[in-house]
């Protein structure tokens, strides 16, 4: 932690920038997927070259992203734009714990809380202290999730959180369903609307319950409101009794355990600055998936995240699974002009997936300047959306195959399904193969509304099992090419100063709708205003 950034250059003052407009207007614009297996003759299949240069294995997870837009030459310049940009030292400097969120002036080390301790000879490390307080936080929040476990009287485990403390874990418990212990039900109430928590609070016996308070900062009004709330209704409930049990029904998770304490809550697990919200899973943030799956699943789902973390440290560049995809983001982004990604999991455990990415991506790369503050004049973050396969087959895939925008898909299959119905099993994978293959054939001639245009875009990752391993895996995959397309735009990936207007405005309203002081409000929202309290 020296403190010194390696210099990095902005993409669109690279030569390599330059090249790529120059291929896409050449070969890139009007690129043919079809022709491009059928033009490779080598192997016994057609395009048998292509999918072995436009596949690979990366730990858990095989790729395949040979139906995409492009060519060993886009794949070349796009590599020398990474190098021109500086890719590879701007992520070791994160990986040596620098101070790369720039704007906030902190270390961005979410990939520490699932590395191991290190070894006798092995080179000393500049957060050396700082994994030494990872493993003792870890320690303590995974024999309190076996304890919780053990414990037959918890029902019910309840999460308040939003964001990065709710869609993470949430989206990891339903995941791994199929590993958590029976006897204990799983809640997560988010949404400031109380209908959220007023339905689960009417499900829940309250000396069955456990709350676990999920807050960074410990200051989210969503989060304090919908904490304060449960808390009440625990003391109505309990009566004189509860005073003396919220020690064993509340836990908070947050880096602010002063402000948890303020609130009453004494039983509290920590985590740092340097992890951001929507990278926090791996920290105590991952509690409910811990209590849910064990301490022994929760360090494999940690061990399989390590293992990816691994691959993009040290992986040639050519063969490194996070920085390819984030390329391949940017070539999609900023030379075809495609503006979304859809994210289609063809498992139904999945499927909070998209909803995970969503914040991941766009509040990550949803940036309009880069890291010295200058407007950047090419277009950063796509929308990310999409569903579990194959319900989204039947309801906007439509618009997928014959709309008139071209959104790149990800498919995210898995081979070996976790029930007993292996005719399913065998429709599923036949569905997301062929989704992917209808969208890159297309269909020909067939007559106007009939006609399906193909060459659209897709990449496939495919995990052998869904583990808490290779879930892990793809949660770090999936962080690291948001950090590389976020690195080759320039912009800083771990900020989200977008979302503070909204909060303070809200503050403003709030008060408005109770007083009913409008003056100064622009029309619309005065006459909105006072139609709610008409
Ligand atoms: O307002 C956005 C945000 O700060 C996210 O980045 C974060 O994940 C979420 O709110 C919740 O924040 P906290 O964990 O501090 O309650």
New binding site residues.
């Given amino acids: 932690m020296t403190g010194s950034l390696p210099v990095t250059t902005r993409c669109d003052r690279t030569p390599a920038w330059e090249a790529l407009q120059a291929h896409f207007a050449a070969a890139g614009k009007g690129f043919d997927l079809r022709q491009a297996f059928s033009a490779d003759a080598s192997g016994s299949t057609k395009g048998a070259q292509r999918f072995a240069n436009f596949s690979q294995p990366a730990p858990y997870v095989f790729a395949d992203l040979s139906k995409n837009l492009i060519d060993e030459r886009t794949e070349s310049l796009l590599q020398t734009l990474a190098q021109q940009c500086g890719l590879e030292a701007h992520r070791d400097a994160m990986f040596a714990g620098e101070k790369i969120n720039t704007t906030e002036q902190r270390a961005v080390m979410h990939f520490l809380l699932r590395q191991p301790a290190l070894q006798a000879g092995d080179p000393p490390q500049p957060w050396h202290d700082a994994l030494a307080e990872v493993h003792t936080t870890l320690s303590a929040m995974l024999a309190y999730a076996e304890q919780v476990r053990a414990d037959e009287s918890i029902t019910d485990v309840v999460n308040i959180?939003?964001?990065?403390?709710d869609l993470g874990p949430q989206m990891a418990v339903l995941a791994l369903a199929e590993f958590s212990t029976p006897g204990k039900r799983f809640h997560f109430v988010s949404n400031v609307d109380g209908h959220e928590l007023a339905g689960i609070l009417s499900q829940l016996d309250a000396e069955k319950t456990l709350f676990l308070v999920?807050?960074?900062?410990?200051?989210?009004t969503e989060?304090m409101t919908n904490a304060l709330s449960a808390k009440r209704w625990f003391e109505a409930q309990l009566g004189a009794a509860a005073a003396p049990k919220i020690a064993r029904h509340f836990a908070a998770l947050t880096s602010n355990v002063a402000g948890a304490q303020a609130f009453g809550i004494t039983t509290t697990f920590g985590f740092w600055d340097w992890v951001?919200?929507?990278y926090s899973l791996m920290s105590v943030i991952g509690l409910p998936l811990a209590i849910s799956i064990g301490a022994a699943g929760f360090k494999e789902f940690l061990a399989g995240a390590h293992a990816m973390d691994q691959h993009f440290r040290s992986a040639p560049a050519s063969r490194n699974l996070p920085i390819r995809l984030g390329l391949l983001d940017v070539w999609y982004r900023n030379f075809h002009g495609f503006s979304s990604r859809s994210v289609a999991p063809y498992h139904s455990a999945l499927q909070r997936l998209p909803a995970y990415l969503q914040?991941l991506e766009m509040?990550s790369n949803g940036k309009r300047v880069d890291r010295s503050g200058a407007a950047l004049p090419f277009d950063t973050a796509p929308v990310l959306w999409g569903e579990p396969g194959t319900n989204g087959q039947h309801a906007y895939f439509q618009m997928l195959h014959q709309g008139t925008e071209v959104v790149p898909v990800e498919f995210v299959a898995v081979k070996k399904a976790a029930h007993n119905l292996p005719s399913h099993h065998e429709k599923l994978l036949a569905n997301v193969l062929a989704q992917a293959q209808a969208l890159m054939l297309g269909q020909a001639d067939a007559g106007g509304h009939r006609d399906f245009p193909g060459n659209r875009p897709s990449t496939f990752l495919l995990l052998d099992e869904l583990t808490p391993a290779s879930l892990g895996a793809l949660v770090a995959l999936q962080e690291h090419r948001v950090f590389v397309s976020g690195a080759i735009w320039g912009i800083n990936s771990f900020d989200?100063w977008g979302?503070e207007l909204g909060?303070v405005l809200a503050k403003d309203v709030e008060a408005r709708l109770a007083s009913g002081e409008v003056s100064g409000l622009d029309a619309s929202t005065a006459g909105l205003l006072q139609k709610l309290r008409a």
Avoid: H, L
Wanted: aromatic letters at 4%; hydrophobic letters at 20%.
């Fill in positions: 959180g939003i964001g990065g403390s999920a807050s960074k900062t410990f200051t989210t989060t951001g919200g929507r914040q509040e989200q979302v909060k």
